[in-house]
C-alpha cells in the first residue's frame, strides 16, 4: 500500500454485505434481548401516552415509583417492551447486568417518567392559562416536597431551570386571592411563557431518552464488538493494486471508552456475531475493511478495498489480549 506504513490505506465508500447481518439479535439472555429485534414502527405520540397515564404521572415522587409505572405501562406504550421486560428480570448477575447497562438503562427510564411529568404539567399551566383560569394554577400543581426534589433531579441537565422558573411564578391560595384586572393578565401571560419553555424542554428530554433507550441494544452490541476486537492484532495486507504487494503491521485495538487514539483514522467500527466492518479515514482517502473471526476469535479474515483503486486480502492474528 502506496506511503503507509503503520495503518491501512484509504477507501472508497462501498456496500458490505455484511451489514445485512443486521437483523441478528443478541442472545445471551433470551428473556432480555429476545429474537424479535425490529425498530419501532413509527414515532409513539407522546402526548396520548401522558394523557392515558396523567394520574399516575402526577403523583410519581421516586425511582422506584418512576420504574414500576415505566415496566407496567408507559415502556409498553412507547413501544420499549425489550427494556421493561430486562428491568423485572431475575437473577441477572451483577456482571451481565454490567454487560447489558442495566444501571445506565433504568437511569434513562426514571428521566424519561421525569420528562412525561414535566412535560404534563407544562401543559396544564399552559391550558389553565388559555381558559384566564389563573386561580386554578396553584402552586400545589407540583405536590409534595418530595415530589419536587425528584423532579428536578430528574431534570438537572435538561429542563430544571425552567421548571424551577415556574414553581417560582405559581402563585399560592394566599397570594391568588388578591390578584386582580391587569396584573392577573400580565401574571397570566408570563405564566404561559414560563410553562411554554417547560413544555418545549421537556418534549425534545422525552425524545433523547426515548431514543437512548430505542437504541440500548445497538449499544450493548458496539460494546460486545469492542470487547471482542480489543487486544493486539498482527495484520497481513495483500495488495492486488501494488503488484502483490504484502504488508505487515501492529494494531492495537483499546477496550470500550477508552483513548482511540492508538489507532488514527478508524471512524466506525461495526461487529455483528462474526463479522467485522472497519471504516478508515484520513487525508481525505477511505478504506473499508470487511472481515470475520475464525478461530475462536483469534484470527481475523477478510478483504479491503480503497479510494485510491487499492484492493485485496487481510489476515489477522491476535497476538496480546485486552488490556484496560
Known amino acids: 500500500m502506496n506511503g503507509h506504513r503503520s495503518r491501512p490505506q484509504f477507501v472508497e465508500r462501498t456496500v458490505w454485505c455484511g451489514l445485512g447481518y443486521l437483523a441478528i439479535s ?13 425498530l419501532p414502527s413509527a414515532m ?8 392515558a397515564h396523567r394520574d399516575k404521572l402526577m403523583k410519581v415522587d421516586s425511582d422506584k415509583e418512576a420504574i414500576d409505572l415505566f415496566v407496567s405501562a408507559i415502556g409498553p ?34 428521566q424519561l417518567i421525569g420528562d412525561l411529568a414535566a412535560w404534563h404539567l407544562a401543559t396544564i399551566v399552559q391550558q389553565t392559562t388559555k381558559d384566564k383560569h389563573h386561580h386554578g394554577v396553584p402552586a400545589e400543581l407540583l405536590g409534595s416536597s418530595t415530589r419536587r426534589e425528584w423532579l428536578a433531579l430528574q431534570g438537572r441537565t435538561t ?29 397570566l401571560i408570563a405564566l404561559s411563557e414560563q410553562a411554554g419553555r417547560l413544555e418545549v424542554e421537556a418534549l425534545q428530554a422525552t425524545y433523547q431518552d426515548w431514543d437512548r433507550l430505542r437504541g440500548w441494544k445497538d449499544q450493548v452490541r458496539l460494546l460486545r ?7 493486539t492484532w498482527q495484520w497481513v495486507i495483500h495488495n492486488h493494486q501494488q503488484h502483490h504487494l504484502e504488508q505487515k503491521l501492529s494494531l492495537l485495538f483499546p477496550p470500550p471508552g477508552a483513548d482511540r487514539a492508538s489507532l488514527p483514522g478508524l471512524v466506525e467500527t461495526i461487529v455483528l456475531g462474526d463479522n ?13 475493511d470487511s472481515l470475520q473471526f475464525v ?4 484470527r481475523l479474515e477478510g478483504t479491503f478495498v480503497n479510494s485510491q483503486g487499492g484492493w485485496g486480502s487481510i489476515s489477522g492474528k491476535r497476538t496480546a489480549s485486552c488490556k484496560g
Do not use: H
Open 26 to 38: 443478541l442472545s445471551v439472555v433470551p428473556l432480555a434481548l429476545g429474537t424479535a429485534d425490529t
Open 44 to 51: 409513539p405520540n407522546f402526548q396520548i401516552v401522558i394523557l
Open 77 to 110: 406504550s412507547l413501544q420499549l417492551e425489550d427494556v421493561a421486560r430486562t428491568l423485572t428480570a431475575k437473577s441477572i448477575s451483577p456482571k451481565l447486568s454490567k454487560d447489558l447497562l442495566v444501571p445506565e438503562v433504568t437511569q434513562a427510564a426514571q
Open 159 to 187: 429542563w430544571l431551570k425552567s421548571m424551577t422558573d415556574l414553581a417560582q411564578a405559581l402563585p399560592t391560595q394566599e397570594n391568588s386571592a388578591t390578584d386582580q384586572g391587569d396584573a392577573t393578565n400580565t401574571k
Open 225 to 231: 464488538g469492542q470487547v471482542r476486537l480489543c487486544g
Open 276 to 288: 467485522v466492518y472497519l471504516r478508515w479515514e484520513i487525508d481525505g482517502r477511505v478504506q473499508e
Open 295 to 298: 478461530k475462536d476469535g483469534q
